[in-house]
């Protein structure tokens, strides 16, 4: 038995085999080969595989998504016969005497860097499709089939890093834990994992050599134990048990009212990233959607994904949720939520840089599309939507502009839509500074405490080696929360936290003393911090 500590960010017990996930760009290295007659024909036959899976994708899409969104993957089939393209990758094994696989990523890099070039957008958006066609190939070659497929028996995922566009990819049923090199507590994969409350071990020393072998993660210390003895096995068994009667316990607060001894009633809600996650909000008896992170959506798909998709979507959601609110996050990509078919630009502080709202303001087609999906979806249930990093008036009023132009549009097509409430993101210090302006023009705030402690303290929420004063308990932030909440207040509006600190129940009192309407949580913490506020006597 092997034993190595890691930081914990999600509680519990996990035991299974290790999966160790290779990123597909990373396993192509460059060898030396004799027969490059062979390697062309162990590329021509990869390339045929390719197009199998590409056509069936497209027949799959098509049945779940409808033609025109199926279409990405017809092009991507005609991608791979492209004459120019084969004509590199052969030209490179047999000049440069060198592996397949080597050939395909360097010939993608290379048309996918001369595509992002091009002052065309057409072609501009070919660039990640030509990586994308390209890393297929290559995975194919290495035999390593990643992107999200983890195969059929739930698994421990063990990766140097993973990103939100792998995780989100990867088959939740057969997730039981994730264990990363890298990695931070604040990061979206965490939150991904909290969502999915699986335990999660981050900074662990991992080895590629434990590849299929059993272990056992407990996350309450924050071990990891390859090949675990019976005395670990045991106890760790017993550990999970203990854990499904507490859990057990938890379900008479189903039904319960979300209110403090004396009577001060909160709204519960809880967070998602997807469809599939409605599930667990029902199952843990949430009173709502907090936080519906629709990144997730363009993430999952290949391409921008269509009005009528992201409809679909909604719908499900708001007639799941069967009447209870349902707050939609516009769009939040950029910083660590990196998507191929956007092209965005490298930056040397993404987090600080061309994300979010910002994109959203920049680029209006791409807002107003997913706009009138939710405008359209608002019939079928209690939708609200809220717009994520505002610094400013001004660019509330462009968004309200931008609202009332697509309403206008919807009602040119004889297209009807419900009364949504938009509510705004406060997330960034200049927000809590502004806050009561703000608060005469939106109907509620959101408090994402994850950003605005990594913006209040100047600390990047994804740097590890400062996860230890990467504190979301620091006077600042809980003073910005308390402000945000008396301003709110002044203008009728209600204040929520959708951080990550909504969750911890040693603030719960505290939050709820500042006046706080709503807290949105991980589903999994919904019935803990249900019990908490029903013990909470303000009096006391
Ligand atoms: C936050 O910043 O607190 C938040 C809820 O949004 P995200 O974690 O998705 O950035
Ligand atoms: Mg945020």
Known sequence: MEKVNGKSIVN????????????????????????????????????????????????????????????????????????????????????????????VATTGDNFSKMFSEMDDDYFKARAADVKDISERIVNILSGNEGGGNIGEEPVIIMADDLAPSETVQMDKDKLLAFVTRHGSSNSHTAILARTMNIPALIGAEIREEWDGKPAVIDGYTGTLYIEPDEDILSRMKQRQEEDEQTRSLLQNLKGKEDVTLDGKKIKLYANIGGVKDVAGVLANDAAGIGLFRSEFLYLEAEDYPSEESQFQAYKTVAENMAGRKVIVRTLDIGADKQIGYFNLEHEDNPAMGYRAIRICLDRIEIFKTQLRALLRASVFGNIAIMYPMIISVDEVRRIKEIMDLVKKELEVDGISYGNVEQGIMIETPAAVMISEQLAQEVDFFSIGTNDLTQYTLAIDRQNMKLDNIYDSHHPAVLEMIRMTIENGHKHNCWVGICGELGADPTLTRTFIEMGIDELSVSPSCVLPIRKNIREISLKE
């Open 12 to 103: 519990g017990i996990a035991i299974g085999n290790i999966l160790f996930y290779k990123k597909g760009e990373q396993a192509v290295k460059r060898i030396k080969i004799e027969d490059t007659q062979e390697e062309i024909r162990r590329y021509e036959a990869a390339k045929e595989v390719a197009v199998e899976q590409l056509n069936a994708l497209y027949e799959k899409a098509v049945k779940e998504v409808g033609e025109m969104n199926a279409a990405v993957f017809e092009v991507h089939a005609m991608m791979v016969y492209d004459g120019d393209y084969i004509d590199s990758i052969k030209n490179i094994i047999e000049s440069q005497q060198v592996n397949a696989e080597y050939a």
